[in-house]
């Protein structure tokens, strides 16, 4: 074709799409005129008229538009040649292609042309498919097989309109080949027109993209589990662009942080707290070295400005060239767990912190052995902390406990037990263990808790020991005790409650007493209601009630009266008691006796009157110490006496006596012992004291001990009894005997002495009457001499100041040398001595020269009356405590009123020997005083004509104190400068016995 | 027997009641008749035995026993007292003065020789 014809035809083709806008434009302008009549409006501007007036204004935009509508119509001109000449050259070389698939079909979609490409992806022929199949046929997408057959006409016939509609119509799927492969096919389908615009068929062009579906399908499914994962995780998800945008935020961030994920994306993270680097800015190094870092806890801010615990894992995204395109970042709440963690720790330390306060031993032990112990275990046992770590449990109970104690632990027993733990040094003690199961290290163990209960052991043994010192004291009680319950019940009573009632603790538990039938009087005799008792009113008002009398009559018995304190028991905050105790007496005697003691006061009142007027008429001065040393009372003469008044002493201590007695009678030891009592200690003393100031005069004193009928001591009572004129009258008597003594016996001693000489035929023989007479003198000398020491004797006896000694004295031998004294008398007149000695005597404690003068006395009073040729018998014999010595005459005997007479001095039985008898009158009256003194008796027996008998009793030990016999005691060493007692204290060391060289 | 005795009593019979007795059994015998001319006689003569009279004016028998037992000179010489006194109490306060004996009066004269006789046989037999 020439190029002229080209623009030729070129020529013809613009023409006619001239022809053709200018119509359209003629038919719309038409139209749009007729529109705006029919509207009712003024035709104004139409299309053209814009246009124009457009292209009037700018007359070059018209010459484009016209060419550009003139080239158009050459450009589809020149297609329509060029179609119209390749069509069957491109056929041919679209059938050729080998990599492409290239599908051509009819307007039916019947394929009419199938490719090499086609033909190697899909396994069909060419031949075999061409106006047989349809595009469809060979380019069906699977379905799942479980989904219904497709429709393949109706597919393709929608395909085809699609195609049609908006060519091309670009599809990629997946389909299955002839050889049952599934392929992926990107595919472009378009429609074929000639060239008045017919459609004469469909071409589809398409490449194999198996691979790339199939990369795709993989990293679609891995998207939507990421997704997945993504939206759902429990954790935090957010991701960061290498600019720190944030990129992805999770729903968990949003609950998290309270960011919705719209209000984050793309900003920069506004979780991170101001002072703190993000975890990649941290972690750079290491993240960009790829390494995933896990674990991070670092704290976020809420939206709330609240602060949250979280744990990061962070990793670096890299895009596909492999550079690094951003950070994901995982967040995890940890509130919960840190607080769990704080909680847990400090539960631990908390029980540690326990554990070692406690005083309780606490250890923990696994397999037996301990793993872990508290400071107290370890102190309990005397071990130090360290050193009981891993030794075994059973090392600190006692051997023989051992098995019990690993039985115990092997049973997870978690009852407490008591055993007896072993300390380190081997010694033992009491403790109580507690033991539970727990996990420790997560294996099995055993916490126990030890207590030493030694202390409580020891305080159980003493509150045992305790009650039972109560019960028994409770049980020694006079007092009858109960105790009973809120409702009157007897849980408790003792002996005594049981004697006063007349219950038995039987009967008291079986009713609240007094049992039911017996009545209860107040003590005017008036009825006394159970519900006034002293109980019924301390469990009422929780009062006590003290010493209510109360009278109890059981049945048909007498009323027994008891005194009764109630004290109610409450516990501490309860208003009421919940027990009272009862104690009472029994004070029926008492309240008998009342009556009888109120007269006995009375009389006692009376008598005391009349002691008190007997006692002050008493010519001593009397004085009564108390037990306490005070002075209890005194009479009207030692008031007199020491010119003190009653007030001044009665009451005070009797030390107030002891300055006026040093002043009265000098500071003389006696004085003191006197006041202080040390001389009167149980019994009774008596002394001399003489007072020097304000007069001279001389007291006897007796101090004796004031005890009761039931030997009480009351104290003792002081009398003083003025004595100087009654030892003014002893001395001149004492001196008077002297005087006697001396100038009677000088002269005797001249007549015995010359008359001796005498008789003696000193001076020559003495012859017949010479010598007869010489011997009256002397006989008569002798008798004076008797007669004198007879009177020296009863003197010394009557003013009591004869010296008794007290020695063991054998009265048989005395008897015997008595009676040879006489032996020269009873033969000269044929008297006959018998004696008669029982068993041995035993020796008697007195004075020998005194006793010997007592049987001499009395022998000799036997011979004088005993006629010549009579009998003397002596009979000696011990009785009990005395030994009785009778000595019987056979004389005249004597009358019933000499009887009573024979003791007085110079008394003598008239008889026919009385002229012949020559005595003194005084040697019964001795003989009697002086076996008195020895605290004997002497008595007299006689039968008118049948003789006489004297009976002796002496005691084998006399009494000494308060019997003159004392005089006998050892003699203070200076008598004669102490000048107390005019010495008249003897010693046993005379070597002569002066009493009886006094008689010879 | 021999030996020489002072005799000292103021009651001129007694005195020489007891200077027969004495001079009869043998012994040569000093006499005084108060109780200071009896020491000085006693001091002057040493005799073997005193026999003194307790009342009597001057110095008592009992003081001039004890002027003589506390001077050593004479202490060893045995000195028999004669008295009327005769309670227990006087005997022991002449004993205590160191008389031998202590006759009470009335005696006999048998009574008191015997009695110089066993001083004198004290006194010549020391271990006696």
Known sequence: ?1000 | MSGRIVVADDEADIRRLIVFTLERRGYSILEAAAGDAALDLIRRESPDVAVLDVMMPGLSGIEVAEALSSDPTTAAIPIVLLSAKGQVAEVQEGLRSGARIYLIKPFTPQELAERVAEVLAERGNPSN
């Open chain 1, 1 to 1000: 074709m020439s190029r002229w014809s080209k623009s030729w035809r070129l020529g013809v083709y613009l023409t006619v799409a001239s022809a053709i806008v200018a119509a359209v434009y003629a038919l719309s302008e038409a139209v749009y005129q007729a529109e705006l009549r029919a509207l009712g409006r003024q035709p104004g501007f139409g299309l053209i008229d814009s246009f124009i007036t457009s292209f009037s204004d700018h007359p070059f935009s018209f010459a484009v538009w016209l060419f550009l509508a003139l080239g158009g119509a050459a450009a589809v001109f020149l297609l329509a040649q060029r179609v119209e000449r390749g069509d069957e050259r491109l056929r041919a070389f679209l059938q050729s292609a080998t990599e492409t698939i290239v599908i051509g079909t009819d307007p039916h979609g019947v394929i009419d042309l199938f490719s090499r490409g086609a033909e190697q992806l899909l396994g069909y022929s060419a031949t075999e498919v061409s106006g047989r199949q349809t595009i469809v046929d060979v380019l069906s997408p699977i379905g799942r097989t479980e989904d219904p057959p497709p429709d393949r006409s109706k597919d393709l016939a929608e395909l085809l309109a699609t195609a049609r509609a908006a060519p091309p119509l670009r599809r990629e799927w997946t389909c299955t080949n002839a050889m049952g492969e599934e392929i992926g096919i990107a595919i472009s389908i378009s429609p074929v027109h000639d060239r008045d615009r017919t459609l004469v068929g469909f071409v589809a062009v398409g490449n194999d993209i198996t691979r790339r579906l199939r990369t795709l399908e993989a990293l679609r499914q891995t998207n939507d589990t990421l997704k997945t994962i993504f939206a759902s995780a429990p954790v935090a998800i957010v991701t960061r662009d290498r600019s720190g945008l944030v990129r992805n935020w999770n729903p968990a961030a949003e609950r998290m942080f309270g960011w919705a994920e719209h209000e984050v994306l793309g900003t920069p993270s506004p979780i991170i707290p101001e002072d703190e680097p993000s975890a990649y800015e941290l972690y750079r190094d290491r993240l960009e070295r790829g390494e995933v870092v896990t674990d991070i806890a670092v704290t976020r801010t809420r939206r709330d400005g609240s602060r949250i615990d979280v744990s990061i894992s962070a990793a670096c995204m890299h895009d596909q060239a492999g550079r690094i395109s951003g950070a994901i970042i995982v967040l995890q709440d940890v509130t919960e767990r840190n607080r769990a963690i704080a909680e847990l720790r400090e539960s631990e330390e908390r029980f540690r912190r326990l554990a070692e306060a406690s005083f309780e031993g606490m250890v923990i032990s696994a397999n037996g052995r301990i793993v872990e112990a508290n400071r107290a275990y370890a102190r309990m046992f005397g071990y130090e902390l360290d050193d009981v770590m891993g030794r075994s449990v059973l090392e600190f109970v006692v051997p023989e406990l051992a098995p019990q104690i690993a039985a115990a632990i092997e049973a997870k027993a978690t009852e407490p037990y008591e055993t007896t733990a072993r300390r380190k040094d081997g010694t033992t003690f009491d403790v109580e263990v507690l033991g539970r199961e727990l996990r420790y290290g997560g294996a099995e163990a055993r916490v126990a808790a030890v207590r030493d209960i030694s202390y409580r052991k020891a305080a159980e043994q003493a509150l045992s020991e305790s009650e039972q010192r109560y019960r028994t004291i409770m049980e020694s009680l006079a007092e009858g005790l109960l105790l009973q319950d809120a409702g009157g019940w007897v849980l408790a009573s003792n002996e005594s409650a049981s004697e006063i009632l007349r219950l038995t603790p039987e009967q008291l538990t079986r009713e609240p007493p007094p049992p039911a039938g017996w009545t209860t009087i107040r003590e005017d005799g008036s009825e006394f209601p159970r519900d006034e008792h002293p109980v019924a009113v301390a469990l009422r008002t929780g009062q006590p009630c003290s010493d209510v009398v109360m009278g109890i009559v059981p049945p048909g018995e007498p009323t027994t009266w008891i005194s009764v304190n109630a004290r109610p028991i409450c516990e501490p905050g309860e208003a009421l008691p919940r027990a009272v105790v009862t104690s009472f007496v029994d004070i029926t005697s008492r309240k008998v006796s009342e009556a009888a003691t109120a007269q006995a006061y009375a009389r006692a009142e009376r008598e005391r009157s009349v002691n008190r007027a007997i006692v002050d008429a008493a010519s001593e001065a009397l004085l009564l110490i108390g037990e306490d040393d005070t002075v209890v009372s005194c009479n009207q003469r030692f008031t007199e006496l020491f010119q003190i008044t009653e007030q001044e002493i009665v009451g005070k201590s009797a030390d107030v006596l002891s300055t006026r007695f040093e002043r009265m009678f000098g500071d003389e030891p006696a004085t003191r012992d006197l006041v202080d009592g040390s001389d009167a200690k149980g019994h009774a003393s008596k002394r001399l004291l003489a007072q020097i100031w304000p007069i001279a005069r001389e007291f006897e004193t007796y101090s004796t001990p004031v005890t009761g009928a039931e030997s009480q001591s009351f104290g003792r009572l002081l009398a003083f009894r003025d004595v100087t004129h009654e030892r003014a009258v002893d001395r001149m008597k004492t001196e008077f005997i002297s005087l006697v003594s001396h100038e009677l016996r000088t002269p005797l001693t001249s007549i015995k002495g010359y008359v001796d000489l005498m008789l003696e035929g000193e001076v020559g023989q003495v012859r017949g009457e010479q010598r007869d007479f010489l011997e009256i003198v002397r006989n008569n000398a002798n008798r004076l001499t008797a007669l004198i020491n007879d009177l020296l004797d009863v003197s010394r006896i009557e003013s009591g100041r004869i010296e008794m000694k007290r020695l063991p004295v054998d009265l048989e031998r005395q008897i015997r040398d008595a009676v040879e004294c006489i032996r020269p008398q009873t033969d000269a007149k044929g008297q006959r001595i018998v004696l008669e000695f029982g068993s041995p005597l035993p020796a008697v404690l007195g004075d020998p020269s005194r006793l010997m003068q007592v049987f001499l006395n009395l022998v000799d009073n036997a011979q004088k009356y005993t006629p010549p040729g009579g009998e003397i018998r002596i009979t000696a014999a011990r009785q009990q405590e005395l030994v009785v010595v009778t000595i019987a005459d056979t004389g005249i005997g004597l009358s019933v009123e000499e009887q009573a007479q024979v003791f007085s001095k110079f008394f003598r039985a008239r008889n026919r020997w009385t002229s012949e008898v020559r005595g003194t009158g005084l040697g019964l009256p001795i003989a009697r005083s002086l076996v008195e003194l020895h605290g004997g008796e002497i008595s007299v027996s006689s039968q008118a004509g049948q003789g006489t008998a004297f009976r002796i009793s002496l005691p084998l030990r006399p009494a000494q104190a308060g019997a003159p016999l004392d005089a006998g005691l050892p003699a203070r060493s200076t008598p004669r400068r102490r000048g107390r007692g005019r010495a008249e204290r003897s010693q046993p060391v005379a070597p002569t016995d002066p009493a009886l060289k006094e008689r010879a």
